[in-house]
């Protein structure tokens, strides 16, 4: 049974570009969310989606959008990259309001230069 | 603003010895309570959840909660080389779509 598996590993960006993150959640879970975790630091939420609709967002600007698709899967899109981007983005994935916490992808390591 | 703070150590214990890992949050409302464990460069693993008041036991961890203190622990008896990570407190938002709040961990080293 496949966890949740996020692509790609590393991405090495410019500032000011864009990128686009991809994870694919647990079989059976329904709910995404995407954290940003510097170095140091514990995960901070930016956003969930649920029924392919953003249900809560974090205090991320705008420049951080997503997008869930029908089979559960979703994108994390990040525009006009800033060096304070550069980050492990972390997906967690769960079923509906489940209350066991979620499961963790293995994350994809973003360095903006 | 939601809150949780942990100790961000680090935390450094003999092997065999017991390490104690504390957190406490803001959020009356919280329900859920989880604690993950972070190896370097790795992504956060659920290791213990807990719900309610009191102590919840599985194999070497117990997560102790105690509500109106807005506090929740984490103890590993016997610890091991291996279980030197570091330890992330989260806090589910009440509320059917919750999200977790985390804290931004404590290191631990387990010294052989």
């Known amino acids: 049974d496949a966890g949740v598996t996020q692509s790609p590993t590393h991405l090495i960006k410019t500032r000011g570009q864009q990128v686009t993150l991809r994870c694919s959640p647990k079989s059976g879970h329904d709910t995404v969310s995407w954290y940003q975790q510097a170095l140091g630091q514990g995960p901070q939420f930016i956003f969930q989606y649920y029924e392919e609709e953003e249900r809560q967002r974090g205090n991320f600007p705008d420049r951080f959008s997503g997008h869930q698709f029908p089979n559960y899967s979703s994108e994390l899109n990040v525009n006009a990259l800033l060096l304070g981007d550069s980050a492990l983005y972390l997906c967690?994935?769960?079923?509906?309001?489940?209350?066991?916490?979620?499961?963790f992808g293995s994350g994809t390591r973003l360095t903006v230069v | 603003q939601k809150e949780v703070e942990q100790n961000s150590g680090p935390l450094s214990v003999p092997e065999g010895a017991i390490a104690s890992l504390n957190c406490t949050y803001s959020d009356r409302g919280s329900q859920s309570f989880f604690w993950y464990r972070q190896y370097s460069g790795k992504s956060p693993e659920l290791i213990m959840f807990i719900y309610s008041n009191g102590d919840k036991e599985d194999g070497r961890f117990t997560a102790q909660l105690n509500k109106a203190s807005q506090y929740v622990s984490l103890l590993i008896r016997d610890s091991q080389p291996s279980d030197s990570a570091t330890y992330l407190c989260a806090v589910k938002e009440g509320g059917s779509q919750g999200n977790l709040i985390f804290g931004k961990g404590t290191k631990l080293s387990v010294k052989p």
């Open positions: 967690a994935s769960r079923r509906g309001s489940a209350n066991y916490g979620y499961t």
